[in-house]
T-cell receptor, first 116, second 118 residues
Framework: NAGVMQNPRHLVRRRGQEARLRCSPM?????VYWYRQLPEEGLKFMVY????????ESGMPKERFSAEFPKEGPSILRIQQVVRGDSAAYFC??????????????FGPGTRLTVL | AQTVTQSQPEMSVQEAETVTLSCTYD???????LFWYKQPPSRQMILVIR??????QNATENRFSVNFQKAAKSFSLKISDSQLGDAAMYFC???????????????FGTGTLLAVQP
């Protein structure tokens, strides 16, 4: 059973470009979470999605950031017009819809975004 | 709002010795979950141990155990027989209970960097 997959692992963008980060949850998991880790800091929650629905986006910056989890395909975190302050590691996690592991989140390896 | 505090930015332990990492949290909820995650240099987040607030018994996973003091809102991690592979950043995390419409988000502390000396 493959774990949570994220791609790309490293992404370099110039200021003003768009960044698209992808996350494929574990098989059978329908809940996806995005977290951001700034250098030398802990992870900060951004958004929680279920298939085709945003459940909680309380941690998402109001502008330039968006997330989706379509019926088919991976979850996408999109950052428009990136700025240097967006440089960080972005982690995706997933959890199943029920069962004993419902309250656990399984993390992907992260995408390290560098904005030049 | 819930908060998680890790007051030890760095800790060091000798190989084969025992070390305890501290974590305190603040919440008005009665139903919640607590976790310890390990982040080695690879940056992969690895779940070490979890504790349900309604359980009085402290969780254990092999060499890892917790001291959960609900009244004091304290959740420390004890690593016994420390190994070189235990060297990593350790994050304490909190999640509200699954029922009652609560969000599933994890709230993390700022982490404790553990060094293991050979």
């Amino acid at each position: 059973n493959a774990g949570v997959m994220q791609n790309p692992r490293h992404l370099v963008r110039r200021r003003g470009q768009e960044a698209r980060l992808r996350c494929s949850p574990m098989k059978g998991h329908s809940h996806v979470y995005w977290y951001r880790q700034l250098p030398e800091e802990g992870l900060k929650f951004m958004v929680y999605l279920q298939k085709e629905n945003i459940i909680d986006e309380s941690g998402m910056p109001k502008e330039r950031f968006s997330a989706e989890f379509p019926k088919e395909g991976p979850s996408i975190l999109r950052i428009q017009q990136v700025v240097r302050g967006d440089s960080a590691a972005y982690f995706c996690a997933s959890s199943p819809p029920g069962g004993p592991s419902y309250n656990e989140q399984f993390f992907g390896p992260g995408t390290r975004l560098t904005v030049l | 709002a819930q908060t998680v505090t890790q007051s030890q930015p760095e800790m060091s332990v000798q190989e084969a010795e025992t070390v305890t990492l501290s974590c305190t949290y603040d919440t008005s909820e009665s139903d919640y979950y607590l976790f310890w995650y390990k982040q080695p240099p690879s940056r992969q987040m690895i779940l070490v141990i979890r504790q349900e607030a309604y359980k009085q018994q402290n969780a254990t996973e092999n060499r890892f155990s917790v001291n959960f003091q609900k009244a004091a809102k304290s959740f420390s991690l004890k690593i016994s027989d420390s190994q070189l592979g235990d060297a990593a950043m350790y994050f304490c995390a909190y999640k509200e209970g699954a029922y009652g419409g609560a969000t599933n988000k994890l709230i993390f502390g700022t982490g404790t960097l553990l060094a293991v000396q050979p």
